[in-house]
């Protein structure tokens, strides 16, 4: 028998019992069978030891159902039972320490909402008050214990204190969101009463935060506009006449104005240890993206507090009523909103003190010249097959050049956690030089051409068979789909690398050239190379050689720490503060082009009555390569 299905041979009929003693007012029939449930729920609590404690259905449906009869019967006069099933006491136990389940939050959340309905603050209190001893107790720091292995000390029990921690950010999070609920309902005397409570002296809260980290923390992570936490909130804490996709956000929202209501709470808070600041700042976060989202955060949570300080009833109730501007300077304190504005400055001049100060990522940096080598030197390998292995004379040829290219970047995106996600800044620079090279090799056919025809796609190989070329001459293609030639109109013995005994290679159409073949000889494919760089920009822009086969040089400067004439040369309509959190990306490199001079290159255009324009020419035009060309 699985130990999650008990012998519940008995327990449903006691069940019964249990509720019609609740309805008849038994209180001792129900307080016996009381005894009976919370042996068998803690029978079922044993059974587990390393998980979370599941109970089978029926037990979580008596405490519910339980709960209801005792909130519709309003008389206090069964305070056991009702401690015992609204407390919590038979689903969490005593003392214990068992892992709460998923399962189990859940229904303890559904009892609240039914305590809640029928407004009955003490059947909430119960929980509250059997949740403060619970946290204490059940819950208790797991202290990191740390063992000498080889001279170096390491944490033995890391596992137990990670999951520990993460048990006790579980249950504040549930007991926040029950304050949300309460907001929402505005139970405010529910609220002050938890407030009050405690168990010791002097006072310890263990369910309320004690600094203003915790609460700016939390209302932090519910506001995230990125969703990451807490995506689907109402499943975990729906509220009463809330649902569709308005929900989550309404939920949340009543969540933070609960968050607003603890940081007032911090004006009460009176220090016994020299540890207890209530009104310190938080800590600075570590990362720009976190201060960001703290800064964008600040304005909605200072709405929130003028909202509340506006309401009198809710200041009233909670005896928050004494927070005045008067008070707070009586008293040397800062006013709520001042704090706010003082720590959104201070947030602020974090954020640009850091976004100058940004240390660049040696690894990024590595990143960015790994992706530039690959993407540039893929580039230029599919020049090969149009690259001629032999040497143009110098005396008979013509020569274009391609360079490299310079940009700014945000500096976050080169350092060790950036504030946002920079998707592809290690390539993107790379991916504008790859296309400039290929464009740049379209518009350099381009002025080679010798002549040109302009014809429909049903005659483009007629026209080719018209010419009269053979293996001696190359087919240059600028996107032209040879798919369409091979697929639709069968053009016999054409595939995607040749046409008969001619070879063809294909590239991406550009700008400049689109949906053409360039016919030439071979020995008139043009020499390319890349050409070395003089030391002097070498030295000016800080270049690093990345390539082991071509001359290709990158570099990643941080314009606060470069020359005047780089840093004038980039600023342009930009202010020094837009200069000073950006570092300049360079891809340097000098690719040559070098063709023989007066040699014949014939274009063959596509014609398309949506891109084209002009007169077709007909097959009559077409030469043979070795007469005389005809005008285009």
Request: charged share 25%; aromatic share 14%.
């Amino acid at each position: 028998m699985k130990k999650t299905e008990p012998d519940l041979k008995y327990f449903s009929a006691l069940s019964d019992l249990l509720l019609q003693s609740i309805r008849i007012k038994q209180t001792t029939y129900s307080r016996t069978l009381s005894d009976f449930f919370y042996t068998a729920f803690r029978k079922v609590r044993d059974k587990f030891t390393n998980e979370p404690v599941v109970y089978p259905e029926l037990y979580y449906e008596t405490v519910y159902r339980a709960i209801e009869e005792l909130a519709i019967l309003k008389e206090k006069r069964n305070y056991l039972l009702e401690h015992r099933t609204s407390g919590g006491i038979w689903l969490l136990g005593e003392m214990q320490g068992k892992e709460i389940s998923e399962t189990t939050y859940a229904w303890l959340w559904r009892n609240l909402l039914l305590a809640v309905r029928y407004q009955q603050d003490d059947l909430v209190m119960n929980h509250w008050e059997t949740c403060h001893q619970y946290y204490s107790y059940s819950l208790p720091y797991i202290y990191p214990e740390y063992e000498n292995r080889a001279n170096n000390f390491q944490v033995s029990n890391q596992a137990a204190v990670d999951k520990r921690k993460a048990e006790r950010q579980k249950f504040i999070e549930f007991h926040y969101a029950l304050g949300g609920l309460l907001t929402y309902k505005a139970r405010y005397t529910c609220v002050k009463r938890f407030f009050n409570y405690t168990q010791s002296h002097p006072p310890k809260y263990e369910l309320l935060p004690e600094s203003i980290q915790e609460i700016f923390k939390f209302y932090i992570d519910v506001r995230d506009p990125y969703d990451r936490k807490y995506t689907w909130i109402s499943q975990q804490y729906p509220f009463p006449d809330l649902s569709g996709l308005n929900a989550d956000y309404v939920i949340k929202k009543w969540i933070m104005s609960y968050m607003a209501i603890l940081f007032l709470r911090q004006w009460t808070i009176n220090p016994y240890l020299i540890t207890m600041r209530p009104l310190d700042f938080p800590p600075t976060p570590t990362t720009q993206g976190e201060i960001k989202q703290w800064i964008d955060g600040l304005d909605f949570f200072k709405e929130l507090v003028i909202e509340h300080l506006q309401n009198k009833e809710l200041m009233k109730v909670l005896n928050l009523d004494f927070i005045t501007p008067e008070w707070c300077e009586e008293n040397e304190k800062p006013y709520p909103i001042t704090f706010i504005d003082n720590f959104k400055s201070t947030l602020e001049g974090a954020y640009h003190s850091n976004a100058l100060a940004l240390h660049l990522s040696n690894e990024k940096i590595l990143q960015f010249e790994n992706s530039t080598e690959a993407i540039i030197e893929a580039a230029l390998e599919k020049f090969n097959p149009i690259n001629n292995d032999t040497e143009i004379q110098e005396d008979n040829a013509d020569k274009w050049y391609v360079n490299g290219q310079s940009m700014l970047q945000s500096k976050d995106a080169f350092s060790e956690n950036p504030e946002v996600h920079h998707m592809d800044f290690d390539s993107f620079l790379a991916s504008v030089v790859s296309r400039s090279l290929n464009e740049g090799l379209s518009e350099i056919f381009f002025h080679k051409i010798s002549i040109s025809y302009l014809l429909k796609p049903e005659d483009f190989f007629k026209a080719i068979d018209k010419l009269g070329i053979d293996e001696t001459y190359i087919i240059v293609n600028f996107g032209i789909h040879l798919e369409y030639f091979i697929n639709q109109l069968n053009i016999q013995e054409l595939s995607d690398d040749k046409y008969k005994k001619t070879d063809i290679y294909s590239f991406n159409g550009s700008r400049f050239v689109r949906d053409s073949f360039f016919i030439l000889k071979k020995t008139d494919l043009p020499n390319i190379s890349t050409k070395p760089i003089t030391e002097d920009i070498i030295a000016k822009y800080s270049l690093k050689k990345i390539s082991d086969t071509i001359n290709l040089y990158s570099s990643v400067i941080d314009l606060n720490q470069t020359t005047a004439e780089v840093y004038n040369e980039n600023k342009q309509d930009k202010t020094d503060d837009e200069i000073r959190r950006s570092v300049l990306l360079s891809i340097i490199i000098l690719t040559e082009f070098k063709w023989k001079k007066n040699i014949e290159v014939i274009q063959l255009r596509q014609y398309s009555e949506f891109l084209q324009k002009g007169i077709t020419n007909k097959l009559d035009d077409i030469k043979p390569t070795e007469n005389e060309k005809p005008s285009s």
